[in-house]
């Protein structure tokens, strides 16, 4: 059973192109982020999300937009692309709590032509 | 402004040579300290979180400790499959977690 998932796993797009990356949890966790992952492998946080609320967004472009239906989902629109936007996109959950551990899913490497 | 530093960049031991590896972090409050490895073209995996200072967690040959302004992964023994990336993060409070650029851990046979 796959705790974090993601898709796709691969994206291929070209400039000025928008893209969905969809992502599910099964561990009845309450809050779900977005982070990017660079080159340097360097994780950065985009966005966080309780209870279908955003509670962080961490100055992304507002081309950027996350959108939460239900507690167990977390998805990320992408509109207007650019090459500076190609990178690993990984999804976490975590349960409510302050230091609570955060679970990764398997990423979604975009790739921006 | 809360950071958090991993040192070295790259280590690399032959199987059998023990080491350490070390995260520094300057932050206004910790609220717990994660430990995660990653492996090239997949998602963190955790390991352990230590929440005060004093605390250590074991697993296998990893073994994680936590002072005030660090904590410290200890392989004893590696193998060539501990080689990974070692991601170091912390929470000072409220839903955001900071992550170090992590250490590249390679174990020859």
């Known amino acids: 059973d796959t705790a974090v998932s993601q898709t796709p796993k691969y994206l291929v797009t070209q400039m000025g192109n928008d893209k969905s990356i969809k992502c599910e949890q099964n561990?009845?966790?309450?809050?779900m982020y977005w982070y990017k992952q660079d080159s340097k492998k360097f994780l950065k946080i985009m966005f966080s999300?309780?209870?279908?609320?955003?509670?962080i967004n961490e100055t992304v472009p507002n081309r950027f937009s996350p959108k939460s239906p239900d507690k167990a989902h977390l998805n990320l629109h992408i509109n207007s692309l650019e090459l500076g936007d190609s990178a690993v996109y990984f999804c976490?959950?975590?349960?409510?709590?302050?230091?609570?551990?955060?679970?990764f899913g398997p990423g979604t490497r975009l790739l921006v032509l | 402004e809360d950071q958090v530093t991993q040192s070295p960049e790259a280590l690399r031991l032959q199987e059998g040579e023990s080491s350490s590896l070390n995260c520094s972090y300057t932050?206004?409050?910790?609220?717990?300290l994660f430990w995660y490895r990653q492996d090239p073209g997949k998602g963190p995996e955790f390991l352990f979180t230590l929440y005060s200072a004093g605390e250590e967690k074991e697993k296998e040959r990893l073994k994680a400790t936590l002072t005030k302004k660090e904590s410290f992964l200890h392989i004893t023994a590696p193998k060539p499959e501990d080689s990974a990336t070692y991601l170091c993060a912390v929470n000072t409070g409220g839903f955001k977690t900071i992550f170090g650029a992590g250490t590249r851990l390679f174990v020859k046979a």
């Open positions: 999300y309780n209870n279908k609320e955003l509670i």
């Open positions: 561990l009845g966790h309450d809050t």
């Open positions: 932050v206004s409050g910790l609220r717990g």
């Open positions: 976490a959950s975590s349960q409510y709590q302050q230091g609570e551990t955060q679970y």
